[in-house]
């Protein structure tokens, strides 16, 4: 209903959704300057996944759309994640953490 050639709408989950804006629409709503995220961090996102497999997939497939590798996996045991920059410049990291460590 609010995508159209400027932004899109990406389901990450059942109630989450991320939205994608073109650099000209975010310019319009944004209330502040727009920095440059290849040479200011701007934010960090990070997600969860289901299972250490799919960190990898999830991070494999971002590499193999364009992305770039932030850093080597991280595996703390309990938690594996790895890190990438999309297309833009921005920061994301894929985790699993295992639920027991919650507990």
Do not use: I, N
């Not at 759309?65 to 850093?71: I, M, N, Q, T």
């Amino acid at each position: 209903m609010f995508t159209d050639e400027t932004a899109a709408c990406m389901p990450v989950g059942e109630q989450a959704f991320v939205m994608l804006l073109s650099r000209e629409k975010f310019a319009e709503l944004a209330k502040l300057p727009m920095a440059d995220p290849t040479t200011h961090t701007l934010a960090l996102y990070c997600f969860s996944v289901s299972s250490r497999d799919e960190v990898d997939a999830v991070s494999a497939a971002a590499l193999a759309a364009g992305g770039s590798e932030a850093d080597g996996a991280e595996d703390h045991g309990f938690m594996y994640s790895r890190s990438f920059y999309d297309l833009d410049g921005h920061g994301w990291q894929v985790m699993w953490m295992d639920p027991a460590a919650t507990e």
